[in-house]
C-alpha cells in the first residue's frame, strides 16, 4: 500500500465529486426551472440586456440544441443558448444566460484567464487525444521519451482545467453582479441564480481535480518506469 499511485486516490475523489456535482446541478437546475423569474424576461432576453449594457449589441444570440449546452464562442463572437434556457422565463434560465454573457464580457474587456484559457484549446485538445497512444507506445516499447512526450503535453490539458476555474468563477460573479444591481429582479431571484451557479462550478472543480489526479498518476508511472 505504501507505493499506491497516490493520484488514483485523487482520481477516485474527483470521479466521486464530479457525480455528487453532477447530481446537484440537475436537482438544482430542474427545481428553479420550475420558477418564473419575477421580471418574465427569457434566457434570450437577460443575455441581450446584459450585452446591451456592455455595448456587444453585436455579438449573436443563437438557440442551439441539447441541455446546458449553452456556451459562448469568442472566434465567431456567438453566445448559444440550449432551447430550455433561451426560451425560457427561470430563474434557472436567466442564471445560466446571464453567466454564458459573462464569458462574452470577459472577452470583450481582455479578461486574461479567458485569453490563456482560449490560447490552451488547441494544445489541451492534441494532449487528451494524444496521451493515450504516446503512453501505450511507451510502456509497450519501454521508451521512456514517448512517456515524457505524454506527460508535457497532457500539462496543457492540466493548465487548462486549472485556468478554467476561474474563468468560470468571475463569469458568475459577473451574473449574480448584475442581478443584484438591476433591484428590479426579487432576493429570491438572486438567491436561486447563485444556487444554480454555484452547483455548477462543482462540475467544474471536479474536472480541475481529476487532471490533477491524472497527472499525478502519469509522474508516478513514469517514475517507476
Do not use: C
Amino acid at each position: 500500500m505504501y507505493d499506491m499511485n497516490p493520484g488514483v486516490v485523487i482520481i477516485l475523489a474527483a470521479f466521486v465529486l464530479g457525480m455528487i456535482a453532477r447530481s446537484r446541478v440537475n436537482s438544482t437546475f430542474n427545481h428553479y426551472s420550475t420558477i418564473r423569474n419575477g421580471l418574465g424576461l427569457t434566457g434570450a432576453g437577460m443575455a441581450k440586456s446584459i450585452l446591451e449594457n456592455y455595448g456587444l449589441a453585436n455579438i449573436r444570440i443563437e438557440r442551439v440544441q441539447g441541455r446546458l449546452t449553452d456556451h459562448y464562442d469568442p472566434r465567431s463572437g456567438t453566445l448559444r443558448l440550449s432551447t430550455g434556457v433561451y426560451d425560457s422565463d427561470s430563474v434557472a434560465a436567466i442564471g445560466v444566460a446571464a453567466h454564458e454573457a459573462g464569458h462574452a464580457v470577459q472577452h470583450a474587456m481582455g479578461y486574461s484567464p479567458l485569453k490563456i484559457r482560449t490560447a490552451l484549446v488547441p494544445l489541451a485538445n492534441l494532449g487528451s487525444q494524444m496521451l493515450f497512444p504516446l503512453l501505450l507506445g511507451g510502456f509497450f516499447f519501454r521508451m521512456t521519451n514517448l512517456i515524457t512526450v505524454g506527460i508535457i503535453l497532457y500539462a496543457a490539458a492540466l493548465l487548462f482545467q486549472i485556468v478554467t476555474l476561474p474563468v468560470e468563477f468571475n463569469a458568475s460573479a459577473r451574473a449574480v453582479t448584475w442581478l443584484e444591481k438591476e433591484r428590479a429582479f426579487p432576493p429570491s431571484d438572486v438567491t436561486g441564480v447563485k444556487k444554480v451557479l454555484t452547483a455548477a462550478a462543482l462540475t467544474y472543480v471536479a474536472s480541475a481535480l481529476a487532471a490533477i489526479g491524472q497527472m499525478l498518476w502519469l509522474l508516478f508511472a513514469g517514475r517507476r518506469r
